[in-house]
């Protein structure tokens, strides 16, 4: 597989998150009823679930050259200092079923082992058989699909139309 190169988002990659972004109508039709806004993408900066703090906020973006192919929205050590909570985690149409998502999954899965992460946490609405698939396939268990019901199961705000999801789960012990 070619060179991804996976980094943290710098502002010059934020009309490229937008490109993936509308690329990727389909997740955000399957997740909130409607596709993705402009505002979403600055949006990602600053949505953090409840007791988490700034410095924990990770976003990371899968380049291919200067393309922006994915991204990654991480809370680190949330909801406490063994978990790792995944609120987005998206690759552009073209990139998918090609490897790359799971190969980029699986490194930062073991770089959070590596820094004593035990659990890594994301969600996944029902609606969204790539994204179920993706995340079996990765060894999460899927949690029966649930409300929203205020507590906290990933690091995204929601949107009012997102019922529905999926709690997943991935043990990193032994690993």
């Known amino acids: 597989m070619e060179d991804i190169e996976v ?20 997740y955000f039709v399957a997740a909130t009823g409607a596709p993705a806004l402009p505002a979403d993408v600055q949006s990602l ?15 990371l973006v899968l380049c291919r050259g200067e393309e922006v192919v994915g991204l990654a929205d991480l809370v680190d050590r949330h909801p406490d200092a063994e978990r ?8 552009a149409p073209k990139a998918r079923r090609t490897g790359l998502g799971t190969a980029v999954a699986r490194r930062l899965t073991e770089e959070a082992a590596g820094r004593g992460i035990r659990t890594v946490t ?4 029902s609606d969204w058989k ?3 698939g993706f995340l079996h396939a990765l ?16 690091n995204r705000t929601r949107h009012p139309a997102e019922t ?11 690993r």
């Open 84 to 91: 790792l909570s995944v609120g987005l985690f998206l690759i």
């Open 7 to 26: 980094r943290e988002l710098r502002p010059e990659d934020e009309a490229g998150v937008a490109r993936l972004f509308a690329s990727c109508e389909d």
């Open 130 to 132: 790539p994204g179920l």
């Open 45 to 59: 900066y600053y949505a953090l679930p409840e007791g988490a703090d700034l410095d924990q906020k990770r976003l």
């Open 164 to 174: 529905g999801l999926h709690t997943a789960r991935l043990s990193l012990v032994g």
């Open 122 to 125: 994301a969600t996944c609405p």
């Open 139 to 154: 060894g999460f268990e899927l949690g029966p699909p649930r409300e929203m019901t205020g507590d906290t199961l990933g």
